[in-house]
Nanobody, 119 residues
Framework: QVQLVESGGGLVQAGGSLRLSCAAS????????MGWFRQAPGKGREFVAA????????FDGSSLKGRFTISRDYAKNTVYLQMNSLKPEDTAVYYC????????????WGQGTQVTVSS
């Protein structure tokens, strides 16, 4: 079983930055893709970005490209989401997830971390 613990959320003014962390434990992640999703109040869960653990290849949500960057620290088993130029519409609960494959399917989700961007 994979354990995922997110941190780094909080309140920030528009234009500011935050870095979210997702600490992963429980197994080897060599055949995993780790992802970030978000869910705003009253909306469905939206894909933000993902990274293949083995080689660091990244996949970005098209609407967020250029402002959000996903990365991973292999030694710390941690995935990061650097968020810059934040907007009020980025306000959401951000979730980390683990996907095993190929073909990839989700095997676990973190508890989520709240990001609130004030105007």
């Amino acid at each position: 079983q994979v354990q995922l613990v997110e941190s780094g959320g909080g309140l920030v003014q528009a234009g500011g930055s935050l870095r979210l962390s997702c600490a992963a434990s429980g197994r080897s992640f060599s055949n995993y893709i780790m992802g970030w999703f978000r869910q705003a109040p009253g909306k469905g869960r939206e894909f933000v970005a993902a990274i293949r653990w083995s080689d660091g290849s990244t996949f970005d949500g098209s609407s967020l490209k250029g402002r959000f960057t996903i990365s991973r620290d292999y030694a710390k088993n941690t995935v990061y989401l650097q968020m810059n130029s934040l907007k009020p519409e980025d306000t959401a609960v951000y979730y980390c997830n683990a996907n095993r494959g190929p073909p990839y399917y989700p095997v676990d989700w973190g508890q989520g971390t709240q990001v609130t961007v004030s105007s």
